[in-house]
């Protein structure tokens, strides 16, 4: 299963670290994606990175801003949020899979950001 932590409220312009922690499995042999849904809007992919590392996709939305990564001696990727906007809020989830494909084997429960502004 997958496990996200991190999220909270945040100051508009502040930062925010999200955790996906994997159990269960290795989560070396996936790609990680981070998917945020906002009420009333479709859930998007924010970022993803693949199993190695080495290839890193952002959102328009969020490139510049968010950082991608992952420590797979900890079996946890992580989505480093800084200069959050109001328009980040919303639930994320952390998914293992394919992105090239945007295949997911694993869905974390989601957790909240909120945004005071």
């Known amino acids: 299963q997958l496990v996200e932590s991190g999220g909270g409220l945040v100051e508009r312009g502040g930062s925010l670290r999200l955790s996906c922690a994997a159990s269960?499995?290795?989560?070396?042999?996936?790609?990680i994606g981070w998917f945020r849904q906002a009420p009333g809007k479709e859930r998007e992919r924010v970022s993803c990175i693949s199993h190695t590392g080495s290839k890193i996709h952002d959102a328009d939305s969020v490139k510049g801003r968010f950082t991608i990564y992952r420590d797979n001696a900890k079996n946890t990727g992580y989505l480093q949020m800084n200069r959050v906007r109001p328009e980040d809020a919303g639930v994320y989830y952390c998914?293992?899979?394919?992105?090239?494909?945007?295949?997911?084997?694993?869905w974390g429960q989601g957790t909240q950001v909120t945004v005071s502004s």
């Open positions: 998914a293992a899979g394919d992105c090239d494909h945007d295949l997911y084997d694993y």
């Open positions: 269960g499995f290795s989560l070396d042999d996936y790609a």
